[in-house]
């Protein structure tokens, strides 16, 4: 009952507090779409990697805009470019000896899903360079939709099992062999040696357009840096707002004198605090739901996992911060000193959280700090697709932290009221 | 039983004696005002009687109940000398809030804020936010706040300071009303006609109490025409005595 009042009292207080809630909700989407063209905007470089192509389609591709075109002996060093980050998709031109059969010569095309708007850029460009080598453009229209049943049943006899082991992309990541679509692994089985795939690119495109199959893979070196860092800034972000508000709504109701008011009723010192995390608690839902909503849809964010869990993560976290506030702000003397805790405590937090590469050491460090843990639940979340069985560790160490504030902060209140 | 008794009470606050060896007792049923010049301690005082400071030595009861505690708590209404309001609610989800904290049930709540904010003249603005409050009207939704659950101890902070006279006279008129329906006041005021209208006087100085009785009793006693008259000859004294206890 007491506790409900609290959570009603702040909810009522933040609906008539505009600046407030706009520091919650508003000053966070600032800052990520912020960061975001900060990000975007350092690198518009596309690089693509070509195996067997010919000198014709790789001066088309180069002529393009922003775009490097590397060459690779086989796919397998394709693929393993890719996993590595060097490039963001890559066209294999080299051509099995069956494929000669086939009406149309074939092109297979790679990318990386993760690289986002770059991946979309990159395959349209290799499609369409594909698609018009040789200026066939009606034909591969009436071609195409065929081409998939008969690369299946026509490639798998003839794919030689040494070769196709090591250009299987999946078996260089094993975190990332379940992001895969599924039924790729006929199609890699297609990675063939390149025996006669310049006689055929050579032979074929002046009368033909490519068949063009396209796969794509989960990778998470590709990422643009915003993909890098927007995970955990996210989380950061979050975590920073929400110790600010409820740090200073704590603060403001001993300065204004409304504590006294409130430890002369008969409420237990726990109830104030269930009261206050409940009530900012429930802002906190909203709040997640509209910053990753917006950084995962119209930012666009990388996201391989689910809406869910990311909610989850973000809420156990902001539960975290506000209890930490209030905590501080009972701790601290004034404002003043309220303000100095942003430096020494949530400051650093940024540091260890995974932002930066850093030794052995400082990583140990980082694990007294709860972003740390948000910021590993949400990376595993939104690269890897991680579940609760990935993230059950950070989920409880959060939870921890926030009782072990509460109970502090519980403990601390006595300086107010020994009851 | 006393409303409230406080017996023998001592505190230090940041290395300064605040409170010497205070009594202090209310009657149910009666207003009790402890009078004194700013910084006599009346404040620290009132505190240690509704729970919120402890004493260093010394015991404070409600209704026979030692503070603090809890059950002590339920019987009293506190409203502060500093308006204890949120500003960003209004003045009807401030009385709400704190009826909540009271303990006052849903199925009353409505009907007490009511209540409540008639007796403080305040039923117009309630659906105001109170930071939109005049000093005066602030002052009144404290006293509301105070009232709302209906405590058989009220314990008041100069609750009319800023009250203009007209409902200041209201405000003292309703008092009295809650007073004979068996409630223990305790009022504090460093005016000293608004002390002519308790029922007793609790005269306070320095962190001591330098007199008590009725203020007829008072007047007579010390054989002056006003209370001014009867504190200032109380004050002299107890500075020749060099603070022994003032009877
Ligand atoms: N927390 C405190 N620490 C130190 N001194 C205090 C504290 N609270 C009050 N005082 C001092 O105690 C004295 C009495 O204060 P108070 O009880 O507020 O008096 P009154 O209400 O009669 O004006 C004042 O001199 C005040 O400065
Ligand atoms: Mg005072």
């Known amino acids: 009952m007491r506790v409900r009042a609290f959570a009603l009292r702040i909810l009522r207080q933040m609906s008539h507090d505009k600046r407030t809630l706009a520091l919650m909700i508003v000053a966070p989407l600032l800052l990520m779409t912020l960061v975001y063209y900060i990000f975007e905007g350092t690198n518009d470089e596309i690089s693509i990697g070509a195996v067997g192509a ?6 088309a591709v180069e002529s393009e805009n922003d775009v490097t075109l590397t060459t690779y002996e086989s796919r397998a060093d394709a693929q393993q470019a890719l996993t590595d980050g060097a490039v963001v998709a890559y066209i294999d031109i080299a051509l099995t000896a069956d494929d000669a059969e086939l009406e149309a010569p074939r092109a297979y095309i790679m990318v990386d899903a993760a690289a986002g708007s770059k991946a979309q850029a990159a ?11 040789g200026g066939g453009a009606g034909l591969p229209s009436a071609i195409q939709p065929s081409s998939n049943s008969l690369d299946m049943g026509g490639n798998q006899p003839s794919s030689n099992l040494a070769d196709t082991s090591d250009s299987q992309p999946s078996s260089n990541l094993p975190d990332t062999s379940d992001s895969r679509p599924s039924g790729n692994s006929l199609d890699m089985g297609s990675g063939q040696p390149s025996s006669n795939s310049l006689d055929t690119s050579k032979n074929q495109p002046s009368s033909n357009s490519f068949d063009v199959s396209v796969d794509y893979y989960k990778g998470i070196k590709n990422f643009t840096s915003f993909d890098m860092f927007g995970p955990t800034l996210m989380s950061f972000i979050v975590f920073f707002f929400v110790f600010l508000v409820a740090g200073m709504a704590f603060l403001k109701e001993r300065k204004s004198g409304t504590l006294e008011k409130v430890i002369s009723t008969p409420v237990r010192r726990w109830e104030i605090v269930a009261g206050y995390i409940l009530g900012f608690g429930a802002i906190t839902i909203v709040q997640s739901v509209i910053i ?7 930012l666009g964010v990388i996201m391989n996992g689910s809406l869910g869990y990311v909610l989850l993560i973000t ?9 930490l506030g209030m905590l501080l702000s009972t701790a601290a003397g004034s404002e003043f000193q309220m303000m100095q805790f942003i430096p020494i405590i949530i400051l650093p937090q940024l540091f260890f959280s995974g932002l930066f590469d850093l030794s052995e050491g400082w990583l140990i460090f980082g694990r007294i700090f709860p972003l740390t843990y948000a910021a590993e639940a949400m990376n595993k979340i939104m690269y890897y697709d991680g579940g609760i069985g990935d993230m059950w560790i950070d989920v409880v160490v959060l939870l921890g932290f926030s009782a072990l504030f509460a109970a502090l902060n519980v403990l601390l209140l006595k300086r107010y009221r020994r009851i | 039983m006393e409303a409230i008794e406080l017996r023998n009470i001592s505190i230090t606050l940041g290395k300064v004696r605040i409170l010497t060896d205070v009594d202090l007792s209310v009657r149910a049923g009666t207003v009790c005002g402890l009078l004194g010049p700013s ?10 009687a509704c729970g919120i400071l402890e004493a260093d030595s010394g015991e404070a009861y409600v209704l026979g109940t030692k503070m603090p505690s809890l059950d002590g708590m339920r019987n009293v209404g506190y409203m502060a000398q500093e ?5 960003d609610l209004t003045g009807r989800q401030n009385l709400e809030f704190f009826g909540q904290l009271q303990g006052v049930t849903k199925s009353t709540l409505a009907g007490r804020v009511d209540r409540a904010l008639e007796l403080v003249d305040l039923t117009a603005d309630a ?13 009144r939704l404290a006293l509301a706040a105070a009232m709302l659950h209906e405590p058989p101890v009220l ?3 100069e609750p009319t300071v800023g009250i203009d006279p007209l409902l200041r006279k209201n405000i003292w008129d309703g008092l009295y009303a809650v007073a004979r329906s068996g409630t223990g006041i305790l009022i504090t005021t460093h005016v000293m006609d608004e002390a002519e209208k308790c029922d007793r006087l609790v005269l306070m100085r320095n962190g001591r109490v330098i007199g008590e009785g009725s203020p007829a009793e008072l007047k007579e006693r010390a054989g002056k025409q006003t209370i001014e008259e009867v504190f200032l000859e109380l004050s002299e004294h107890t500075a020749e005595t060099k603070g022994g206890e003032a009877e």
């Open chain 1, 292 to 298: 990753n909503v917006y950084i995962i849809t119209v």
């Open chain 1, 315 to 323: 809420l156990l976290e902001a539960i975290c911060a506000l209890s």
């Open chain 2, 155 to 157: 314990i008041l902070d």
């Open chain 2, 83 to 87: 308006d204890a309001l949120y500003a």
């Open chain 1, 123 to 133: 395959e349209k460009l290799l499609r369409s360079a594909a698609e018009t080598m």
């Open chain 1, 54 to 59: 010919p000198q014709q389609f790789i001066e």
């Open chain 2, 39 to 48: 910084g006599a301690g009346k404040t620290t005082a009132v505190k240690i």
């Open chain 2, 127 to 139: 659906g105001k936010l109170t930071s939109k409050f005049s000093g005066g009207m602030r002052r």
